[in-house]
């Protein structure tokens, strides 16, 4: 699926895309509050700044994906793979990250601690 197209969707009120290709795709930026990208593929992606609170990322493909000051307050991301994700500064706030794998390169905020938040190293 194309950027302009899920946000063209997202717009006329559309919330659940799951299992999408958005891969490498720019979305610095996007204001996608209560989307539900269940399975989704957004490996590279860059989300920098984007508004995501109360999404569904469960599942999702995030490996080096770039969430640096992403709002992600309130968001579902059981199991989802955030190998080498950047997420400085990302507001994790109520944020399930139960089951979400990380490794060595992921980037978190200063004091943000994963084990805490039920998540596990690869």
């Given at each position: 699926?194309?950027?302009?197209?899920?946000?063209?969707?997202?717009?006329?009120g559309e919330r659940y895309f799951p299992a999408v290709n958005l891969s490498g795709n720019k979305l610095i930026g996007a204001?996608?509050?209560?989307?539900?990208?269940?399975?989704?593929?957004?490996?590279?992606?860059?989300?920098?700044?984007?508004?995501?609170?109360?999404?569904?990322?469960?599942?999702?493909?995030?490996?080096?994906?770039?969430?640096?000051?992403?709002?992600?307050?309130?968001?579902?991301?059981?199991?989802?793979?955030?190998?080498?994700?950047?997420?400085?500064?990302?507001?994790?706030?109520?944020?399930?990250?139960?089951?979400?794998?990380?490794?060595?390169?992921?980037?978190?905020?200063?004091?943000?601690?994963?084990?805490?938040?039920?998540?596990?190293?690869?």
């Amino acid at each position: 699926m194309k950027v302009e197209e899920l946000k063209r969707r997202f717009a006329a009120g559309e919330r659940y895309f799951p299992a999408v290709n958005l891969s490498g795709n720019k979305l610095i930026g996007a204001y996608l509050p209560g989307i539900n990208l269940w399975g989704s593929d957004l490996s590279g992606a860059n989300l920098a700044k984007a508004k995501l609170w109360g999404a569904d990322l469960s599942r999702a493909n995030l490996a080096k994906a770039n969430l640096t000051r992403a709002n992600l307050s309130g968001v579902k991301l059981n199991e989802a793979n955030l190998r080498g994700a950047k997420l400085n500064y990302a507001k994790l706030y109520g944020a399930d990250l139960t089951g979400a794998s990380y490794d060595e390169s992921t980037r978190f905020s200063r004091g943000f601690d994963p084990i805490s938040n039920n998540m596990r190293k690869v």
